[in-house]
């Protein structure tokens, strides 16, 4: 229904009644269908009390309940992590006994909420490719799918698949050509058999060139790209004017869209694009610049600790390809000294001087519960080392975590040579 005072009326008066019977219901099924009805607009009051009514339930519940509270849970958008978890614990303890429709409408739902449970994705992925060959295409890519919104990198499951498509492409169609570029794209995934892979994908794609439609194809190129392969055929398609143009005169966010993603397909032109690689004649419309700008005060410090100066260091450096890093430090080329700004900037066109680019990524700028950076900073790091940096990834989350001592000594490691610096170093991998 339409909203209106009627209608809110009607649905307060709905929500009063539901939280008065809340202690009377005594069936799971019945509570869980009353999850699903009072949607997400419920009050949170009302959502806590059925929260405390399900914690009391929980130790009689079945796997098949647990799997059902997740859509209800979603269906309130309400992340309750003590429900979560428990059902978590009981689905994995039954995951071979788990239909593998719940198990995708399960983790779809976690993504709803925001939930990212590593063993419980782990196990599903471990379910899956423990029988690889026995599940279809049409099966396996929906979970590479779910597992791309949720940021898990299941690691053997995408070698084995990887191979699976490599030795016989013409098992997918072009939605899934689209929905494993950009799972392995997005998750930065380069399996065993990279080079095969990409291009076993590529000639997939290419037979679907004809009837594509432009968006499709943008899509696809970009995530070739976001992985460092040129994908010639399907290049020069995206790249004749006309299909440019309708691109970048889309309406709205898809405009915005577009455009950010032929800014990175010609900066990999640029950057990634081997000498012999013809590039056709095109516009791009230059990225915007503007974004926010955030501030790293641990990372800042640590550095202040170190290097003893700030006229050792710059922040915020804007750099060509609309890149743009955190930290700018200077050295001598074997990385035993540091060099003020001054200095360094004299010495610019000096091949004795090596430049440090330090990056701080953001927790979701990394797969889930691993230090692997996604595809867009994968990207970045690739591109800043073709500009000449030696690339230091932080993982802020996990920085932030060390006490400052560990953290100065974390980044003495990393910016300095070994041979400069000496004693063991903080592994930000381990200890974060």
């Avoid at 799972?183 to 060139?209: D, G, I, T």
């Avoid at 055929?233 to 950010?260: C, F, R, V, W």
């Avoid at 501030?295 to 600790?305: I, R």
């Amino acid at each position: 229904m339409e909203q209106s005072r009627n209608v809110d009326a009607l649905q307060a008066g709905i929500w009063i009644l539901v939280e008065q019977q809340i202690p009377k219901i005594s069936d799971v099924f019945m509570l869980q269908s009353l999850m699903k009805c009072i949607g997400k607009d419920a009050p949170i009051s009302l959502k806590r009390k059925i929260e405390n009514k399900i914690l009391k339930e929980l130790d009689r519940f079945s796997s098949s309940d647990a799997q059902q509270t997740f859509s209800a849970l979603a269906a309130m958008n309400y992340c309750s992590f003590p429900i979560l978890n428990a059902c978590s614990n009981k689905i994995i303890e039954n995951i071979y006994h788990t239909p593998f429709e719940e198990s995708i409408r399960v983790l779809r739902s976690c993504s709803i909420l925001q939930y990212h449970n590593v063993a419980l994705c782990s196990a599903m992925a471990n379910y899956v490719t423990s029988g690889i060959f026995m599940w279809n295409t049409d099966e396996i890519t929906p979970l590479l799918s779910v597992f791309e919104d949720l940021g898990f990198r299941a690691v053997e499951l995408m070698d084995i698949f990887a191979e699976k498509v490599t030795n016989d492409p013409e098992l997918l169609d072009l939605k899934a050509i689209l929905i494993v570029l950009r799972a392995y794209s997005r998750l930065n995934h380069v399996p065993k058999c990279q080079n095969e892979f990409l291009e076993s994908l590529s000639n997939a794609l290419n037979m679907y060139l004809p009837r594509i439609s432009n968006v499709d194809l943008l899509k696809a190129v970009f995530s070739f790209c976001t992985l460092g392969y040129l994908p010639q055929p399907a290049l020069n398609q995206l790249l004749q004017e006309d299909i440019l143009n309708e691109l970048l005169t889309s309406d709205g966010i898809k405009k915005e869209q577009n455009n950010m993603m032929l800014h990175y397909v010609n900066v990999c032109l640029e950057l990634d694009s081997p000498s012999s690689f013809t590039k056709p004649a095109a516009v791009f419309i230059k990225k915007s610049s503007l974004r926010l700008v955030y501030g790293f005060p641990e990372v800042q410090e640590a550095l202040l600790k170190l290097l003893g100066d700030e006229s050792m260091f710059q922040q915020n450096i804007e750099l060509p390809y609309d890149y743009k890093i955190d930290f700018k430090i200077k050295m001598d080329a074997d990385r035993k000294k540091v060099l003020p700004v001054t200095e360094a900037d004299d010495l610019a066109d000096d091949l004795d001087v090596q430049r440090l680019a330090v990056l701080c990524g953001h927790i979701s700028d990394f797969c889930v519960g691993t230090s692997h950076p996604q595809g867009m900073l994968a990207m970045k790091i690739r591109h800043l080392k073709a500009l000449g940096y030696h690339v230091i990834l932080v993982h802020y989350h996990k920085f932030k975590t060390l006490k400052k001592e560990e953290a100065i000594k974390w980044l003495k490691g990393k910016i300095y040579s070994a041979e400069a610096f000496h004693g063991s170093c903080v592994n930000l991998q381990d200890n974060c």
